[in-house]
């Protein structure tokens, strides 16, 4: 069955440190693979996206197909960091959506 | 562009009544879903559209029926409203099919007691 797993429910680092969310996903094929982030009290939005290869706000994700995971990751975490994030697979084939249970990301001062 | 919106924001319903959450975007976009989003849950796909007139289940689409007669429009049905479906609703649109962006509504909070 296709899953995206978050194993971590919350992630608190330093400001400046390093951050690294997980996400690990089940799926036969080649899914197309993306991160949305939520900041408190705003819409739910989109962070990346893998067919992109982009960078937003310092953050970059890459695929691992052989792990099947997307991890996300910036090199120097900021206070305004502190949402909550989500990583979502789209199955190419139907159009739905997986979304993983989310990792919240407290950035501390 | 006012994007997408959904009415109401908040909703209480008791067991067993039946209501309809509007969602309508203003974006000509011919993707449009539902969720639902509970603690430790993330959020699950409800139903979904791929344009006027087609409608497909989702992850958890029991209990919900849409319909979608407009480009614009997408509203989700509760038939026979039961406390498991307390939760917040969002709805999202996209532009096109295959890695698109999902624009995303502010939600809806229902309680059903």
């Known amino acids: 069955a296709q899953r995206v797993t978050q194993p971590e429910k919350l992630l608190s680092v330093f400001k400046g440190a390093p951050v690294e969310l997980k996400c690990n996903y089940s799926y036969s094929g080649s899914p197309e693979l993306f991160w949305y982030v939520q900041y408190s009290r705003q819409r739910l939005q989109l962070l990346l996206r893998?067919?992109s290869r982009e960078s937003i706000k310092g953050f970059t994700a890459d695929l691992n197909k052989g792990e099947t995971s997307f991890h996300l990751k910036k090199p120097f975490a900021q206070e305004e960091d502190s949402a909550m994030y989500y990583c979502a697979l789209e199955d190419p084939g139907t159009y739905k959506y997986i979304f993983g249970t989310g990792t919240r990301l407290k950035v501390l001062a | 562009n006012a994007g997408v919106t959904q009415t109401p924001k908040f909703q209480v319903l008791k067991t067993g009544q039946s209501m309809t959450l509007q969602c309508a975007q203003d974006?000509?976009?011919?993707?449009m879903s539902w969720y639902r989003q509970d603690p430790g849950m993330g959020l699950r796909l409800i139903h979904y559209?791929?344009?006027?007139?087609?409608?497909d289940q989702g992850e958890v689409p029991n209990g919900y029926n849409v319909s979608r007669s407009t480009t614009e429009d997408f509203p989700l049905r509760l038939l026979s409203a039961a406390p498991s479906q307390t939760s917040v609703y969002f709805c999202a649109s996209s532009a096109g099919l295959g890695a698109y962006e999902q624009y995303f509504g502010p939600g809806t909070r229902l309680t059903v007691t």
């Open positions: 893998h067919i």
């Open positions: 559209s791929v344009g006027a007139g087609i409608t």
């Open positions: 974006m000509n976009h011919e993707y």
